[in-house]
């Protein structure tokens, strides 16, 4: 008959101590595949990770002595001995090592504070001034958010309900990121397993689809892919990103990865690379970022990200680096005890797309945070180029609050303003929601004086209505007013005869104003049909004027509608002509 295997401890000092590493390494392994630290003494985790080992190794120890330290006979003291010969040879080293790691951790924390090296928090961020009215351009219709990202993501989650073959294995994952897809502001984010069984129903094929949600229209669509998602957040195991990423660059340390699609429609993640740059946990800056292809989990290190990346800097970051230039200015006692000339970032932020880029808007207030602010900061989110501009006036809160006070029958929410230069005034628009966290109507607060609001039911309407109270007010001179730039579809087209000249009509999708074109001065708009995309440049309206039609010039054909009406002969164009007439 076969004993039962008996497990005994190694018998020599060696073999104990081998085994004691071994199990160590086990659980070592273990934590880093669930916690995945990085391996780098500027991690905080990591002197946890490295805590956990030597817990481990010392309990092995103890564990592995068996009888090494029981003492037959002799006196205490001989016991005593005895112990601290064992601690001497197997638990001295560990515990220096763990003890030399808490040093430099505490070390490191001293010559990172912002007391000592305020100089260099004042610096991580270069801030230039600008001029508002040439850095930042007017922005056409086609090219305005009208939405903030709770809207924007209600909508996306609203379009997975639609899908019936989708609706029962995959959610909106609600980590979306805004971006600039082929000239559009879209907020993109990843569809999620439902739950635990799903996944492991799907993830052979992986996440089938993204959302993309424009910002301007308002409309959501679901882009199914020709090859699934193999990795993602709501990856549980090793195909996990920040596990991915680690696995992959295991000395890295990185900011929370961002969804993004390239101009192809391709799924990425990018993983911005963090550094610290002050003493040994300060400075918190960027540095490249690794791009994760989200379908094959290919990745690449960047210092210099391609252009199509459009979010490589966090807000949070921006905000947390000027607040050092801000209250740093004249040294840390200042920003404590004077605070003279101290400036902070208000609360919020949001974003503005420019030259195919997107740029994040906050805020500068006082020390004090009282209800105005000192101007604004822009700031490019792949670059990290920044500028300050002053432009003394109220706060977004406060913007916020006279929006809603003008529609306050109505009970709609203001949204984080937008910053926007209409007229050549920097200018808050705030959409406005209802409780459906559907957007209702639009308002424009004036930034220096924020008691000139103007709201209108669509984006135009209210800019119209902006521009004649900026002239009654005496802020603008009608001949000071730009000329603006609206584009889109054309929903309907018509001509008229008019004192002797044919002029034609164009309203174009999602608006309710007419532009008149002479053709005297501009004939394209008799080669065009309804469906052509156009931009259309034209003069603001006369403020004294209440009409719906917009005196425009300098029709821009941009491409054709799918399907193109077969043309007429000269015959019926002249019998069209003769009926206008």
């Known amino acids: 008959m076969k004993k039962p295997f008996k497990f005994s401890l190694p018998s020599g000092e060696l073999g104990r101590i081998i085994l004691s590493i071994l199990v160590t390494l086990v659980f ?93 928090y004042r610096d991580l961020l270069q801030v230039e ?64 397993y439902a739950d635990l069984f799903k996944w492991l ?18 409309e959501a669509s679901v882009v199914r892919l020709p090859e699934g998602m193999k990795y993602s957040f709501s990856e549980p195991l090793g195909r996990n990103i920040l596990r991915h990423l680690r696995f992959s660059y295991p000395t890295f340390l990185f900011s929370t990865p961002e969804f993004e699609i390239d101009e192809e429609g391709h799924p990425w993640w990018i993983a911005p690379r963090l550094v610290k740059t002050i003493g ?20 690449s290190y960047y210092e210099e990200v391609p252009t199509w990346v459009d979010n490589l800097y966090s807000p949070d970051l921006i905000m947390q680096q ?6 740093l200015v004249r040294g840390f006692i200042n920003s404590v005890l004077g605070q003279r000339d101290v400036t902070m970032v208000t609360s919020g932020y949001n974003y503005i797309a420019m030259n195919d880029d997107v740029f994040v808007y906050t805020g500068v207030t006082s020390a004090n945070s009282d209800q105005s602010n000192l101007g604004f900061l822009l700031c490019n989110m792949r670059t990290k180029e920044t500028h300050f501009y002053t432009a003394p006036g109220a706060t977004e809160a406060a913007a916020m609050q006279s929006a809603m006070g003008v529609v306050q029958d109505l009970g709609y929410q203001a949204t984080f303003p937008l910053l926007l230069n209409i007229a050549g005034q920097p200018t808050y628009f705030i959409p406005l929601k209802d409780a459906t966290q559907l957007v209702k109507m639009y308002a424009m607060v004036n930034v220096a004086q924020y008691q000139v609001v103007a709201t209108g039911t ?30 889109g579809r054309i929903a309907e087209i018509r001509s008229a005869v008019l004192d002797g000249t044919t002029r034609f009509f164009l309203r174009l999708e999602g608006e309710e104003i007419f532009y008149a074109v002479s053709a005297a001065s501009d004939l394209s708009p008799v080669l065009l049909n309804p469906g052509d995309e156009v931009a259309i440049d034209h003069a603001p309206p006369d403020p004294q004027a209440a009409s719906d039609l917009l005196e425009g010039y300098r029709v821009t054909l941009l491409s054709r509608a799918a399907a193109q009406p077969q043309e007429e002969s000269p015959e019926e164009s002249q019998a069209v002509l003769s009926q206008d007439d």
């Open 322 to 327: 000027y607040n050092y230039h801000g209250t």
């Open 280 to 299: 040994l946990f300060g400075g918190v800056d960027i540095r490249g970022a690794v791009l994760v292809d989200a379908v094959t989990g290919e990745s």
């Open 458 to 487: 669509t984006v135009s309407a209210c800019e119209q209505e902006y521009i004649r109270l900026l002239t009654d007010k005496g802020i603008t001179q009608p001949q000071q007013r730009p000329e603006t730039r609206s584009q």
């Open 28 to 120: 070592g392994a273990g934590y880093f595949y669930l916690f995945y630290p990085a391996i780098n003494l500027q991690d905080p985790e990591f002197y946890t990770f490295a805590g956990f080992l030597c817990l481990v190794y010392l309990i092995c120890v103890f564990l592995c002595s068996g009888g090494a330290l029981r003492v037959e006979s002799g006196s205490p003291a001989d016991g005593l001995l005895r112990w601290l010969r064992f601690i001497r040879r197997r638990c001295l080293p560990v515990g220096v090592l763990f003890a030399g790691l808490i040093a430099v951790a505490v070390i490191g924390t001293v010559i990172s504070m912002p007391i000592f090296r305020a100089g260099a």
């Open 129 to 192: 001034d600008g001029s508002f009215t040439e850095d930042v351009a007017q922005i056409s219709f086609s090219e305005i958010p009208t939405l903030d990202r709770t809207s924007a993501e209600y909508l996306g989650d609203r379009q997975m309900g639609t899908l019936s073959d989708m609706v029962s294995q995959f959610e909106y994952s609600g980590d979306s990121t805004q971006i600039n897809y082929q000239g559009r502001p879209v907020r993109v984010a990843p569809i999620a």
């Open 201 to 218: 129903t799907n993830r052979r094929e992986g996440l089938p689809a993204y959302v993309v949600v424009d910002m301007v229209t308002q």
